[in-house]
């Protein structure tokens, strides 16, 4: 490890895994409260680059007090040994980058990046540092989404030949997701959620993608459609911030099929259901809160060392979702209708 790099046994001398967060909107508010719930960690510092002209920033310190704010990087990386990065989407990099560099494990939230090249590099780093990177898709952490992608694979509803996600939302127009033309819209803040039960089912090698996308005048994608095939399997996934569709997962398979009600990214209920339409073996699983403790306890059991979760949300997995997104923004204009 290179000088300054938080060692897993000095961590655990530490009464609590101290992480700063990048970032001050709603993302960042949801972890603070999140982490709260989880023993063992302490949210210490919050890093805004233009400070004196945040609102948010000002309303964040008065919420969550006594964390500080932090004017500079260099304050960041010595208040803490994990980062939780919250900032807008492109600049998620660029931090991520310069903390792997600094020595400190990284929470990301999604989407990480928006290239294959850069996932890979930013995980080379990490690996080279021995150092934890995660990208934060909170269902891919959840108890019932881990039992639902366990009970599929096992064969219970045969061969996986369709999945169909959804996820939408009425999003208020203002807000970043309406705003910023460049990385704004319905796939960049939602694509990651649809994507995940597919390359979950159908792995990460040999994929096929295609997109339709409803702009609006200014460009901004508020519904997409993406159909993701491989082999004699296909997939589909819609997601939507101007258009309201219903939030179920169905996982289609030779012996059956799987429904996962809405919210399904929240997986508390699914069933297993076949021909027979009686035929119905309902599950329920626990979703505590707003989903983020799941994730924050996996960064801080892999902080200290400890293997064995690292399934949940591959590198191999996120470094395929960040192509996806590189293949949506290249061609979001070509594709709309």
């Not at 603070?32 to 890093?47: D, K, L, M």
């Not at 600094?102 to 990046?113: D, F, Q, R, S």
């Not at 939302?169 to 970043?176: A, D, K, V």
């Not at 993701?228 to 398979?253: F, M």
């Amino acid at each position: 490890m290179k000088t300054g790099t938080v060692k897993s046994e000095e961590i655990n001398r530490h009464t609590h895994l101290r992480i700063g967060v990048i970032g001050s909107g709603r993302g960042a508010g949801r972890f603070v409260r999140e982490a709260g719930q989880v023993e063992g960690i302490q949210v210490t510092c919050v890093y805004h680059p233009h400070p004196d002209d945040s609102n948010s920033l000002r309303g964040f310190l008065e919420d969550y007090a006594p964390i500080v704010g932090v004017g500079t990087m260099e304050d960041l990386f010595r208040l803490t040994d994990a980062v939780y990065i919250a900032s807008p989407h492109e600049t998620h990099y660029e931090y991520a980058k310069a903390a792997l560099k600094a020595g400190k494990h990284v929470l990301c939230e999604k989407p990480m990046v928006f290239s294959g090249e850069q996932a890979e590099e930013l995980f080379a780093i990490a690996e080279s540092e021995e150092l934890v990177l995660m990208e934060g898709i909170k269902t891919a952490f959840c108890p019932g989404f881990i039992q639902l992608i366990s009970l599929v694979k096992s064969g219970v509803i045969g061969e996986v030949k369709n999945i169909e996600s959804c996820f939408t939302r009425l999003t208020p127009q203002g807000l970043r997701e309406w705003t910023d033309l460049a990385y704004g819209g319905s796939f960049t803040e939602l694509g990651s959620y649809i994507i995940l039960p597919i390359i979950k089912l159908l792995g990460t090698e040999d994929l096929e993608w295609d997109f339709r996308s409803v702009l609006n005048e200014d460009g901004v994608d508020i519904f997409t459609r993406v159909e993701v095939n491989r082999g004699n399997t296909i997939a589909a996934g819609r997601c939507g911030i101007g258009v309201k569709s219903e939030g179920q997962l169905i996982i289609s398979g030779t012996k059956g099929y799987v429904l996962v009600e809405a919210p399904w990214w929240k997986t508390t209920v699914f069933e297993i259901r076949g021909e027979d339409p009686n035929y119905r073996k309902r599950y329920t699983a626990d979703f505590e809160g707003e989903g983020l403790r799941y994730e924050i306890a996996d960064l801080q059991y892999r902080v200290q060392g400890y293997k064995g979760r690292e399934y949940k949300l591959t590198k191999e997995e996120s470094i395929c979702m960040a192509e996806i997104f590189s293949a949506f923004l290249k061609g979001r204009s070509e594709n709309a209708l």
